[in-house]
């Protein structure tokens, strides 16, 4: 039985140079055949495989770059395909200047609980710098026209350790977005994916990496943030008392998910797969009725390629690895704890604050 459901629309006004994910502009692209592939592959999914579902992820790409009409007949039709009284949470992703007040209340009227803005900084510099289209002022704006909404948590996301931004630029992020007060805010160092310009200019010498560089900036969000309320609960998220995302913890437990839509990862009784990554090619095998021609890098998880998921993922939270996740890797427990990387209580092991920092290799001690 599936409980978490991810949605992928990847429609942007603009491409960020930075970003992995599968996206694209318009184009063109009709919005509404989108929408209604996206319902149809629901109704599909739902004939095979059994849903139960307690979270939902409207991700992107950018859902608020649809336009009121489609934004309304895909919320809508997610309400009369999924059992909206037993959902937890639903989450959307919003950048700024994509969304008014009237579209914002669409939002809020259709049941979603959490809105999660991607400003990345509140440095004007900083945005240009990641091909952002919005100012901070702008994104003040946008933030303050969600929680008019009252949606039950408001998430802000930062970005750090992007080429060219000092430190003291990110400590005033940091403040600033505190002063706000969003409910939940995430804070993620920049990494250069393939297949991104980023990645492209870092391989040519235009960039470089520094990773010394990256803990002083990690080690900044944890004591500001810490300082002012906000709960460490997994290595890139802190949140207010009751505002974690149920739907991410659901992913770092290894629960199984099902995503809808182009370019959409799925992992089901132990098999994975992804959705085509081609827009219109979804559109077209959704109009033949039929899900199998659009199921591509299908994987199957076997117990070994789940421990060592779960190992990675685990680590990441403030719960931490049960020793019988760990299994024989039990043993090099000891010398972790003697360089002062992970403590210890009574069967789970945590990573202290110089483990966050090495978070990665700790896993790779542990595998």
Known sequence: MVKHLYIHVPFCHRICPYCSFYKHTFGNINQSELVDSVLKEISMRSQSIELSIKTIYLGGGTPTALSPKNLEVLLAG?????????????????????????????????????????????????????????????????????????????????????????????????????????????????NYE?????????????????????????????????????????????????????????????????????GAFSTVDGKRWRNVADTKKYIKSLKNHTTDSIETELEIIDASSFRTERIALELRTAEGISFDTLGSAKDRIPDLETEGLISTDKNRIMLTDKGKMVADSVAAHLL
């Open 78 to 190: 997610i309400n009369k395909k999924v059992k909206a009284s037993n959902v937890l949470e639903w989450v959307i992703e919003a950048n700024p200047t994509t969304f008014d007040s009237d579209k914002a209340k669409i939002i809020r009227n259709n049941g979603v609980t959490r809105a999660s803005l991607g400003v990345q900084s509140w440095d004007d510099t900083t945005l240009k710098t990641l091909g952002r289209d919005h100012t901070a002022e702008e994104a003040e704006e946008s933030f303050e026209i969600l929680r008019s909404c009252e949606f039950k948590s408001l998430n802000i996301d930062l970005m750090f350790s992007v080429p060219g931004q000092p430190l003291e630029t990110w400590i005033s992020d940091l403040h600033r977005t505190t002063k706000i007060g969003p409910d939940h805010i995430s804070a993620y160092n920049l």
């Open 194 to 262: 393939e297949d991104t310009e980023y990645f492209e200019k870092l391989k040519r010498g235009d960039f470089n990496e520094n990773h010394e560089k990256d803990r002083e900036f990690f080690k900044s969000a944890m004591e500001i943030l810490r300082a002012s309320g906000y709960g460490h609960y997994e290595i890139s998220n802190y949140a207010l008392p009751g505002h974690e995302s149920e739907h991410n913890k659901a992913y770092w437990a290894g629960a199984d998910y099902l995503g809808i839509g182009p």
